[in-house]
Structure formats: C-alpha cells, structure tokens
C-alpha cells in the first residue's frame, strides 16, 4: 500500500500541515480560538484528510512524533496570533484546541512534552486545550488518567470531542478530568429544520444542564446554519464551530477573522 510506505518518512519530509478551524463564542459571535486539523499533503494523491492516515499512523506509532509535531506547531501559531493582536490582553487570548489520540494518552512523554512546548512558546497553559474522544476514555483506569489530571492541574483544557457517540455513563463523567463537552455533529444535524425534533431538543438541553451544573462548557460542532446556531444558542450552549462560520483553513484566515470581530 502505497500510504503506509510514504507514512514514515512523511515527517521528516515535511508533507504535513495544519489547517484551523474558528471557535465562536454564541453569545456574540466572537472568535475565541480554533481547532487544529492536521492534512498530509502526500506527492502522488494530494491532500489527505486524517481520516485517511491517522489510523495509519497509530498503527505504525508515528502517531507519538506527528502529535508532538501538531502540538508544537499549534502552540506556536496561538502564541504568533496572540503577538499580532498585541498580546494577550487586546481582544483575549486565541485558544488553540488540538486532537489527541487515544496513543498519545498512554505514552509516558505526553506531559513533559506538553509542558516543554508550553515553556519554549511562552504560552500559558490555559490557552491550550486537549481534545480526546469518549471512547478513548470509555473505562479508562487510573492509569489512563493520571496524565490528563496532571495536565488538567497545569491549567490545561481538556475537552471530550465527539461527545454524545459512545456510550459512557454520565455520572463518569465526574470522574473525568474534563472542563469542556464537544457535542458531536449528530446533535447538530438532528437541529437542520427549524423546529427541531423537539426530542432531541430535550436531550441536548438536558445534556448542557448537566454539563453546566458539572462545570463544564459545552461546545458544539458541524453548524452549517444560522438556525442551527440560533437553536444552540437558546439551548445554552457556549461555543461553536463548523462551516456556517468558517471551513478548516490556512493560520492567516483565522487572524484576519478574529481581527474583525475585535
Ligand atoms: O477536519 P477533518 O476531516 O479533517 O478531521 C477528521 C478527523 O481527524 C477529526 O475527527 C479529527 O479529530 C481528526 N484529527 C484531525 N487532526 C488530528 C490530529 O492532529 N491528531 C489526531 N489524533 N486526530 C486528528
Ligand atoms: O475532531 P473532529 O472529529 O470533531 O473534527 C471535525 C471534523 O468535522 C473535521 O473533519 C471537519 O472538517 C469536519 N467539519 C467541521 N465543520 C463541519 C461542518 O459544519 N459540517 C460538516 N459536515 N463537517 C464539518
Ligand atoms: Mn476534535
Ligand atoms: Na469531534
């Protein structure tokens, strides 16, 4: 298979980029941060989409270095948007969300990794959140936690992303050291016809009733419409993302948006 012999060297070759996706504050509209989606630019086929080579690369285990590499990368551009908005005060700071898989969790270098980016880049722990699906941590053991705790302690994010797919139970979510809910793009879809299902608009309310009384923001992903966004809205969710505001692109785009709403 042609992918699984140029993986390895891809790295090293530089094919690998990121696009950011804008997080948008609900309540007024602001840009508050994005979430970094990695692509591989592969010299035969073009661009990948991860879904066409992480799995490969947990597989392989390139997926240790590439993570270090997109979290180092994406820390860095936070701490370039943040310099060009004249620091962290001028219209508070852009917040970089990055995507762990479930590898990274269980090797041992995750938080001296984490820590070291945070220290080369000047970047406050707080600016960064750690986005890790539900299944990853359904019946994580103590083990499996201890990193995010510490992480968590340091001032880092940590959000459960395609939250609502698997089936953890909700009181385990006590357990987590989670500050943020990613609704998964299902939730959003089911919220397409103005009025929603009044079903799943229940189950929504109810999962950001919960969320909040836990202490944690809800984030929602995949709004393709102003209706959508609205409906969230009104069901209390904080933050949202998806191609009603912007599509994944280029570090620059992202900048210019924030700098707009400012
Ligand atoms: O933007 P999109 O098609 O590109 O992303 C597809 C999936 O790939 C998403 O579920 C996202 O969480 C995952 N993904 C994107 N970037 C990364 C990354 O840097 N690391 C990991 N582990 N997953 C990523
Ligand atoms: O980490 P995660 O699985 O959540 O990655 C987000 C994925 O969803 C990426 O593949 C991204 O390109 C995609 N995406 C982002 N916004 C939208 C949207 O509004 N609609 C749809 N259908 N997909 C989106
Ligand atoms: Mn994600
Ligand atoms: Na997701």
Redesign the pocket.
């Known amino acids: 298979h042609g992918l699984t012999t140029a993986l390895p060297t891809a790295l090293d070759r530089g094919e690998f980029f ?2 950011y ?1 804008p997080l948008v504050h609900l309540g007024d509209g602001s840009v508050r941060g994005a979430e ?4 591989w630019l592969h010299p035969q086929h073009g661009v990948l ?3 066409r080579f ?1 799995p490969l690369a947990e597989h392989t285990g390139l ?1 240790v270095p ?2 270090r590499w ?1 979290l180092e990368q994406s820390v860095r551009q936070a701490r370039e948007w943040r310099d060009r908005h004249g620091g962290a005060e001028a219209l508070g700071p852009l917040r970089i969300n ?4 479930p590898c ?1 969790l269980t090797h041992p270098g995750l938080v001296q990794d984490t820590v070291e980016i945070l220290e080369r880049t000047g970047m406050e722990p707080d600016a960064l959140c750690l ?1 890790v ?1 539900e299944s990853a941590l359904i019946g994580a053991d103590d083990d499996l936690l201890k990193p995010l705790r510490r992480l968590a302690e340091m001032g880092v994010d940590i959000a459960l ?2 939250f609502g797919t698997g089936y953890s139970n909700l009181a385990n979510l006590r357990r987590l050291p989670v500050s943020v809910l990613k609704l998964d793009r299902s939730f959003t879809q089911s919220m397409q016809r103005f009025p929603a299902d009044p079903v799943d608009l229940k189950i929504v309310e109810g999962i950001v009733s919960l969320a909040h009384s836990l202490d944690l923001a809800v984030t929602v992903e995949g709004v393709e419409t102003g209706a959508q966004a609205e409906q969230l809205r009104i069901l209390g969710c904080d933050t949202a993302q998806g191609w009603y505001y912007a599509r ?1 692109g280029p570090p620059d785009r992202l900048h210019d948006l924030a700098l707009v709403d400012a």
């Open positions: 990121i696009e996706q970094a989606l990695v692509r989409s991860p879904d992480i997926i590439l993570g997109v990055v995507n762990l898989s990274q986005e699906t992303d395609d994944p």
